[in-house]
């Protein structure tokens, strides 16, 4: 059973970096943050679970059928995450590429504490064996100022290299058209790995850091034990509202100007830019059937196609996708009947997976999965887990990796730039040595 007390955070001292700040001292950590962007079908501004009074931790073999007994069980919040790799457990499948990182392949947890930023409320959702740290909690968290658990001895910083090297990509990615122009698949996601291997970070430092330079609406901070990882993540997978479900993918890329002209400009040309609408029609019209599984007929819509939103770093082409699912249908089957995500795999999906493991170098696990919660009634909202940094701190490994989407109108320079444009934040940040 779980207690909850809410207080106003007007002038009170409380802050989101402290919360996060004072997180970290726990075991299992779940933030996800919406950095105040204006999200219709958010239920939140940030969420925050910590410490796991039971847990979920599953191989690929009955991953779902695993996660919907918990939910059933539990019958509470519950937060975690699932990787790409979980593909495996729908389809026959497999995934043979390196792993640096050894993520099970899906975890999920039932937090003791719960703490919800609405505006300026704080909502605390305790269990009841923790119930009398509430009061102590708020009260900690308007006066301490941020500090860091993690101690990092200063060093010449990660060393970051590439799994696949410029050839190398430039070669896939015309091995990926030619299966496009002999019709094997219309688009596909193509994915490459940026590593370091014997080094250590301090991760509430970098996803600090990561989310300054980003601002993204779907950040988020995981940390289990030794894993960690670190969003920035603008894409939302899909989102489940009493009897509405919401998807909205992302497909189509600019860079931004400092110059407001050229901003503009650039914007306006991602706005019409044929290749990049095309991709991103492709994926809505992936997303419309996977939805249409489960939704009472004609009810599935497109309220928006192709609007080009700006944040931080970068222009997005992104599309809202919405159906109303059928009465009774158990959330985590929606989940399972939708995943992965159409804007991470291609068209047809399962054709496109085939060929992403052929060609890729590096096992995706987190990277292109997905990270939310459940609520007790069945709502649920997860992210697209994207523009993130992963970290093992036991194998002292670091990794991110970066995509696009080919299509027939695909050049590799031009895909290749895109992904270092990507990638950008991620390597400033890890290579910022005042960190370490």
């Given at each position: ?422 990638a950008r934040a991620m390597r400033q940040v890890l290579e910022q040595d005042s960190m370490l």
């Open positions: 059973m779980r207690i909850e007390r809410q207080f106003g955070i007007k002038d009170s001292g409380f802050t989101k970096s402290k919360l996060l700040a004072w997180a970290q001292q726990y075991e299992e950590i779940a933030w996800l943050d919406s950095n105040d962007h204006k999200d219709p079908y958010g239920q939140f501004d940030a969420l925050l679970a910590v410490g796991a009074h039971t847990h979920l931790t599953t191989g690929v073999v009955g991953a779902f059928e695993s996660l919907r007994a918990y939910r059933r069980k539990t019958r509470d919040w519950i937060f975690g995450y699932l990787t790409y790799d979980l593909k495996n457990d729908l389809e026959a499948l497999k995934s043979a590429n390196a792993d640096g990182l050894g993520f099970p392949d899906l975890f999920f947890f039932q937090p003791l504490k719960i703490i919800r930023l609405k505006g300026e409320t704080i909502t605390f959702s305790y269990l009841e064996p923790v119930v009398n740290e509430l009061e102590a909690d708020f009260h900690t968290l308007c006066k301490e100022e941020p500090v860091s658990y993690y101690r990092i001895d200063p060093g010449e910083g990660p060393k970051i290299r590439m799994r696949i090297f410029k050839e190398t990509y430039f070669s896939r990615v015309r091995e990926m058209l030619n299966h496009i122009h002999r019709g094997d698949i219309y688009e596909a996601n193509f994915c490459q790995e940026f590593f370091a291997e014997r080094t250590a970070i301090d991760p509430y430092l970098v996803y600090t850091r990561l989310n300054e330079l980003s601002m993204p609406p779907f950040a988020s901070f995981f940390k289990r034990s030794e894993l960690f990882l670190m969003c920035a993540s603008p894409e939302r997978y899909l989102c489940k509202t009493g009897n509405t479900l919401i998807s909205q993918p992302i497909k189509g890329t600019a860079r931004r100007s400092v110059a407001k002209r050229e901003d503009e400009l650039l914007k306006l040309q991602l706005q019409h830019d044929e290749k990049e609408r095309s991709e991103n029609i492709m994926i809505v019209d992936l997303v419309r059937n996977d939805l249409s599984k489960h939704a009472v007929k004609n009810s599935v819509r497109v309220p928006e196609l192709c609007k080009v939103y700006s944040f931080k770093q970068v222009h997005q082409m992104i599309s809202t996708v919405t159906a109303e699912i059928l009465p009774g249908t158990d959330p985590v089957t929606v989940l399972q009947d939708t995943f992965p995500m159409g804007s991470m795999t291609g068209a047809p999906k399962l054709s496109a997976m085939k060929i992403i493991e052929k060609l890729e170098a590096s096992k995706r696990g987190l990277y292109s999965g997905s990270l939310g919660y459940f609520s007790p009634e069945g709502d649920f909202d997860f992210n697209v887990v994207i523009r993130s940094i992963l970290y093992n701190a036991s194998r002292r490994f670091v990794s991110y990796s970066v995509g696009s989407a080919i299509t027939a109108k695909a050049t590799p320079a031009k895909e290749y730039e895109e992904c270092l444009l990507k």
